[in-house]
């Protein structure tokens, strides 16, 4: 071999040896290799760490963020109310025959995601065609919002309505189901039920006394239920009822009157049967009435009763003892106190009975016999009547009475004959029935109760000796007296009128009067008050403005149409046994 030769073997083993071998005896290529897959493996486990670092952290966000909307109330994190809440029944009102008051019926609202809305413009116009009404600028606003996921349009639409406006298909608008309360009567009963607010809350009446016996409080915190819940009964005769409004009604009408009102109550029970004040509204629609409409005057206003508080001055007069029906009092002149006259309307100028005291109505007469009660025994009394104090009863709408805050003996006087003290139409037919049932006071209640019932919470106010003295008054004014024109033939109408001045600006207004009449049905045994009134009434019977002319006939034609219906049976005859009466 040429060294040329061995050279060039030399170089090619030295070179194999040192690129090929290393000096543990291996490749010497393999160290790199295996430090770039362990550099690579590394890599890949971080990424991976940090990926799923990277989820935890963000599922822990969100499931923080959702723990916090759990604890806020659904108001403060959503402008949709739960299914169940917006489905949430109330319960059917009846009269006490079963006929519907009140009922639930599903309907559907309106709303929009404006993040969905296309063209606001657009959508807008389109809507106007079907809701003419529409507030446009307020409906732009909320649609111009493209941050906004949801807004109110219109609540509680009609089928037709929500048919209408599918047919326009408009994006970003929906519909989400609601109940409404719907009161088939209209305004029948309106000032007995109330009415409910657009979240089918109770705002009035006895639909507000259904969420303070504890159903708005289960809608608090979403207890409530899709499901028809047990009906309410009222103890409201609806033929009666329709009977008392129609009456009020014409009367506010023919005595072209600022107000009028009426009730019917039984005596043994406390029951009101019917009870109806004017001006009122439709519950379906309670905005209409917002203005005068929604004062409840029967048990929300407070007037000055007039000469009908001369039964109570005289039932406490013969129930002190201190008075006797057969004694007698000078009425020929006139009363003079403290820089005032009292006089006599139908002034007899004599001396009177007792009961001709009661059928003329005397103010003289009736401020002696209480001069002779005396103030404290009066003021006893009368809160004993139920008339100084706020009145007890279901409907939430009950306004306390005022009386003087010191009692002087021209205010004594005053009050004996309906001057001085304010009192609710309702209470003072309350106080009525106590005197012509035996002597009990028992609360009204808007609820069915029996007179065993009624019997446990009644308190005995005066004696019966009293109370059927009282009837006998009754009848004697409804014989002779100004309660003649309440009388119907065969029913045996008996009560007291009362013809009261209202004050205006501090002093009272000789043209401008409140009137009212109660009445015990029938006489001889009673089982119903019924009192009406009339408020400034300048278009009575026969150019009369009085009681007489407008509250008594209200009675007349109340009982006229409602006895037949209240069971009661009409009597003719001295004795009540002619069955036929000829006219």
Same mark, same amino acid.
């Given at each position: 071999?040429?060294?040329?030769?061995?050279?060039?073997?030399?170089?090619?083993?030295?070179?194999?040896?040192?690129?090929?071998?290393?000096?543990?005896?291996?490749?010497?290529?393999?160290?790199?290799?295996?430090?770039?897959?362990?550099?690579?493996?590394?890599?890949?486990?971080?990424?991976?760490?940090?990926?799923?670092?990277?989820?935890?952290?963000?599922?822990?966000?969100?499931?923080?963020?959702?723990?916090?909307?759990?604890?806020?109330?659904?108001?403060?994190?959503?402008?949709?109310?739960?299914?169940?809440?917006?489905?949430?029944?109330?319960?059917? &009102?009846? %009269?006490?025959?079963?006929?519907? *008051? #009140?009922?639930?019926?599903? $309907?559907?609202?309106?709303?929009? /995601? +404006?993040? =969905?809305?296309?063209?606001?413009?657009?959508?807008?116009?389109?809507?106007?065609?079907?809701?003419?009404?529409?507030?446009?600028?307020?409906?732009?606003?909320?649609?111009?919002?493209?941050?906004?996921?949801?807004?109110?349009?219109?609540?509680?639409?009609?089928?037709?309505?929500?048919?209408?406006?599918?047919?326009?298909?408009?994006?970003?608008?929906?519909?989400?189901?609601?109940?409404?309360?719907?009161?088939?009567?209209?305004?029948?009963?309106?000032?007995?039920?109330?009415?409910?607010?657009?979240?089918?809350?109770?705002?009035?009446?006895?639909?507000?006394? &259904?969420? %303070?016996?504890?159903?708005?409080? *289960? #809608?608090?915190?979403?207890? $409530?239920?899709?499901?028809?819940? /047990? +009906?309410? =009964?009222?103890?409201?005769?609806?033929?009666?009822?329709?009977?008392?409004?129609?009456?009020?009604?014409?009367?506010?009408?023919?005595?072209?009157?600022?107000?009028?009102?009426?009730?019917?109550?039984?005596?043994?029970?406390?029951?009101?049967?019917?009870?109806?004040?004017?001006?009122?509204?439709?519950?379906?629609?309670?905005?209409?009435?917002?203005?005068?409409?929604?004062?409840?005057?029967?048990?929300?206003?407070?007037?000055?009763?007039?000469?009908?508080?001369?039964?109570?001055?005289?039932?406490?007069?013969?129930?002190?003892?201190?008075?006797?029906?057969?004694?007698?009092?000078?009425?020929?002149?006139?009363?003079?106190?403290?820089?005032? $006259?009292?006089?006599?309307?139908?002034?007899?100028?004599?001396?009177?009975?007792?009961?001709?005291?009661?059928?003329?109505?005397?103010?003289?007469?009736?401020?002696?016999?209480?001069?002779?009660?005396?103030?404290?025994?009066?003021?006893?009394?009368?809160?004993?009547?139920?008339?100084?104090?706020?009145?007890?009863?279901?409907?939430?709408?009950?306004?306390?009475?005022?009386?003087?805050?010191?009692?002087?003996?021209?205010?004594?006087?005053?009050?004996?004959?309906?001057?001085?003290?304010?009192?609710?139409?309702?209470?003072?037919?309350?106080?009525?029935?106590?005197?012509?049932?035996?002597?009990?006071?028992?609360?009204?209640?808007?609820?069915?109760?029996?007179?065993?019932?009624?019997?446990?919470?009644?308190?005995?106010?005066?004696?019966?000796?009293?109370?059927?003295?009282?009837?006998?008054?009754?009848?004697?004014?409804?014989?002779?007296?100004?309660?003649?024109?309440?009388?119907?033939?065969?029913?045996?109408?008996?009560?007291?009128?009362?013809?009261?001045?209202?004050?205006?600006?501090?002093?009272?207004?000789?043209?401008?009067?409140?009137?009212?009449?109660?009445?015990?049905?029938?006489?001889?045994?009673?089982?119903?008050?019924?009192?009406?009134?009339?408020?400034?009434?300048?278009?009575?019977?026969?150019?009369?403005?009085?009681?007489?002319?407008?509250?008594?006939?209200?009675?007349?034609?109340?009982?006229?149409?409602?006895?037949?219906?209240?069971?009661?049976?009409?009597?003719?005859?001295?004795?009540?046994?002619?069955?036929?009466?000829?006219?």
């Amino acid at each position: 071999m040429s060294f040329l030769s061995r050279i060039m073997v030399l170089k090619s083993q030295a070179h194999f040896s040192s690129g090929v071998y290393n000096r543990f005896g291996g490749p010497s290529g393999s160290l790199p290799l295996e430090g770039s897959r362990k550099k690579k493996s590394g890599q890949a486990k971080s990424r991976v760490g940090l990926l799923i670092l990277g989820f935890t952290a963000l599922y822990g966000v969100i499931g923080g963020r959702l723990v916090e909307y759990g604890m806020k109330d659904p108001e403060v994190v959503s402008s949709i109310l739960p299914p169940d809440r917006l489905m949430a029944s109330r319960p059917d &009102i009846l %009269d006490r025959n079963g006929e519907v *008051l #009140a009922t639930d019926i599903r $309907t559907v609202s309106l709303f929009a /995601e +404006p993040n =969905k809305i296309v063209d606001a413009d657009e959508a807008i116009e389109k809507l106007a065609t079907v809701l003419p009404d529409l507030d446009v600028r307020g409906t732009y606003k909320k649609l111009s919002v493209k941050s906004s996921h949801f807004a109110w349009l219109r609540r509680q639409l009609t089928p037709k309505q929500q048919s209408q406006i599918l047919a326009l298909g408009i994006p970003g608008i929906g519909f989400r189901p609601e109940k409404r309360r719907f009161y088939p009567g209209g305004p029948t009963a309106s000032h007995i039920l109330g009415y409910v607010n657009i979240d089918n809350r109770g705002v009035a009446g006895m639909e507000k006394y &259904i969420d %303070d016996q504890g159903l708005a409080d *289960l #809608a608090s915190v979403g207890m $409530t239920s899709d499901q028809p819940l /047990e +009906p309410v =009964k009222l103890s409201i005769d609806l033929r009666v009822q329709n009977i008392v409004r129609d009456v009020v009604i014409n009367a506010v009408t023919n005595y072209e009157a600022k107000g009028a009102g009426a009730v019917v109550l039984n005596i043994h029970t406390g029951e009101v049967l019917g009870m109806a004040s004017a001006p009122d509204f439709d519950p379906n629609n309670p905005e209409e009435g917002a203005k005068e409409g929604w004062l409840n005057r029967m048990s929300n206003g407070t007037f000055e009763m007039g000469s009908t508080f001369k039964t109570f001055s005289t039932a406490m007069a013969l129930d002190s003892g201190k008075v006797s029906i057969n004694d007698s009092f000078d009425a020929s002149r006139p009363i003079r106190i403290g820089g005032f $006259t009292i006089n006599d309307f139908h002034g007899q100028r004599r001396w009177l009975t007792v009961p001709e005291i009661f059928e003329y109505s005397s103010n003289i007469g009736t401020a002696k016999m209480i001069d002779i009660v005396g103030m404290d025994l009066q003021k006893d009394y009368l809160t004993r009547f139920g008339l100084l104090t706020k009145m007890r009863t279901e409907l939430p709408e009950v306004k306390m009475p005022s009386q003087p805050k010191v009692w002087k003996k021209i205010n004594s006087i005053t009050i004996s004959f309906g001057h001085g003290v304010s009192t609710t139409p309702l209470q003072t037919a309350v106080a009525g029935a106590a005197l012509v049932n035996g002597g009990k006071l028992i609360e009204p209640t808007f609820l069915p109760r029996t007179r065993d019932q009624a019997d446990e919470t009644a308190e005995v106010v005066v004696k019966k000796s009293t109370s059927d003295e009282i009837r006998y008054l009754f009848k004697l004014n409804g014989l002779k007296g100004s309660g003649r024109n309440a009388d119907v033939p065969g029913f045996n109408v008996g009560g007291k009128t009362g013809t009261a001045d209202k004050v205006v600006n501090g002093r009272y207004a000789n043209d401008l009067n409140f009137n009212a009449f109660i009445a015990a049905f029938p006489i001889d045994n009673p089982q119903y008050v019924v009192l009406t009134f009339c408020d400034e009434p300048h278009n009575g019977e026969k150019g009369q403005n009085i009681a007489a002319y407008t509250a008594a006939p209200m009675v007349k034609n109340i009982i006229r149409r409602a006895a037949p219906i209240l069971g009661i049976e009409p009597q003719f005859g001295q004795d009540g046994s002619a069955l036929l009466v000829s006219y």
